[in-house]
């Protein structure tokens, strides 16, 4: 049995095993709470968006200029990378 982790988080469960699985702790409460909204159907495979590795240095950093990622400016494109997916 998972954790209760409060009222933040609506599927314990969901978010234990995204956790397990190496998202961080704020993308695996925003899949947990969607999964568990009957007006949202996420899925966990992501969208039909192009690939981070496909897209420029500059579009990385507009997307994580949109999200609000510190430190952008002085990363390289891998970093911004792994900053995305981290997020």
Do not use: V
């Amino acid at each position: 049995m998972s954790k209760d982790h409060g009222n933040q988080i609506k599927n314990d469960d969901t978010y234990e095993a995204l956790r397990d699985e190496g998202y961080s702790k704020e993308k695996s409460a925003r899949i947990a709470n969607a999964q568990a909204n009957s007006t949202q159907t996420p899925s966990r495979d992501g969208g039909k968006g192009k690939p981070y590795e496909d897209r420029t240095k500059d579009e990385l950093y507009d997307k994580a200029k949109e999200i609000g990622i510190e430190g952008r400016s002085k990363m390289s494109k891998d970093q911004l990378i792994k900053a995305l997916r981290n997020h």
